[in-house]
Nanobody, 117 residues
Framework: QVHLVESGGGLVQPGGSLRLSCAASGSISSINAMGWYRQAPGKERELVARITRSGVTNYVDSVKGRFTISRDNAKNTVTLQMNSLKPEDTAVYYC???????????WGQGTQVTVSS
């Protein structure tokens, strides 16, 4: 089992930046992809960004050019640098880790990101 702990959420003004971090522990050798989902009140959970063990990245269109996902395989961490934040980015952000071919998913507890004046 993989255990994930997120950190870095908070309150920021529109146009500001936050950096989310996720630390993995447990059966880390089985992890392929890691990334971030978010869920805003009353909305479905949305995949924001993803990165494979080899470094291939994917982003939802709404965050392209503003968010950057990165990964340190040695430290078993993944980060999401969020710049030019907008109110619509407000959500609980969840880190996930997936096994090869999506054989499993593990989730963190979530961290709140609020973008507001």
């Amino acid at each position: 089992q993989v255990h994930l702990v997120e950190s870095g959420g908070g309150l920021v003004q529109p146009g500001g930046s936050l950096r989310l971090s996720c630390a993995a522990s447990g059966s880390i050798s089985s992890i392929n992809a890691m990334g971030w989902y978010r869920q805003a009140p009353g909305k479905e959970r949305e995949l924001v960004a993803r990165i494979t063990r080899s470094g291939v990245t994917n982003y939802v269109d709404s965050v392209k050019g503003r968010f950057t996902i990165s990964r340190d395989n040695a430290k078993n961490t993944v980060t999401l640098q969020m710049n030019s934040l907008k109110p619509e980015d407000t959500a609980v952000y969840y880190c996930y880790a997936a096994g090869v071919s999506d054989s499993y998913y593990n989730w963190g507890q979530g961290t709140q990101v609020t973008v507001s004046s």
